[in-house]
């Protein structure tokens, strides 16, 4: 069963390949995605790996947390479940509030 890893504190320069290979000497790599800012589409240091085998993902985690990669020691960890209702992004803030301005007549 694959497993997706969780994989943070990533130089802005890092990309997809850089992270396939990286992971890729570990175990078979299904998919890589780094996250990247909508409007700049610059890196925002974290992404995502998933890997075929939850052996591989296990040895990936051991191996890799704590590596420098380009003067960064990143953090590698089995990813957690999205969190319900998109997100939660608003989730704990108070208020509500004006509605931007501008007010329908």
Known sequence: MPKKLYVGNLPFSVTKDTLEKLFSEKGMVLSVNVITDSVSGRSKGFGFVEMEKNEDADKAIRELNGTEVE?????????RPPREGGGGRREGRGGGGGGGGFRRR
Request: without cysteine; aromatic residues 0%.
């Open 71 to 79: 003067g960064r020691a990143i953090v590698v960890n089995e990813a």
